[in-house]
């Protein structure tokens, strides 16, 4: 687009440029940052979730215990877990 604007008259121009400018502040969307710590709670939070929400056939407790000793997942011994447990549960 390779228009003169010349022409065209300074208050029209403003007009013009401030209707563009609002439209691309509506259209911005600010990315949102997270620190190393918030992202584990996240994904600790996920599998927890997901722990809580899948059918198990053998007691939650006895589960989190078995994956916090091997490691694969959650970290630290059981009783971390419910602490977490306990702070996400008055998150929602």
Known sequence: ???????VPTDKLLDLFLKYNNQ????????IYKSSQELI???QDRELLEELTTLQSEPL?????????????????????RKHFK?????I
Do not use: Q
């Not at 702070?87 to 998150?91: A, I, P, Q, R």
């Open 1 to 7: 687009m390779s228009r003169d604007l010349s022409d």
């Open 24 to 31: 691309i502040r509506e259209e911005i969307v600010e990315p």
């Open 41 to 43: 709670e996240e994904r």
């Open 61 to 81: 407790t006895t589960k989190l215990c078995i994956k916090s000793y091997r490691g694969n997942g959650f970290r630290g011994e059981a009783t971390k877990h």
């Open 87 to 91: 702070k996400w549960l008055k998150k």
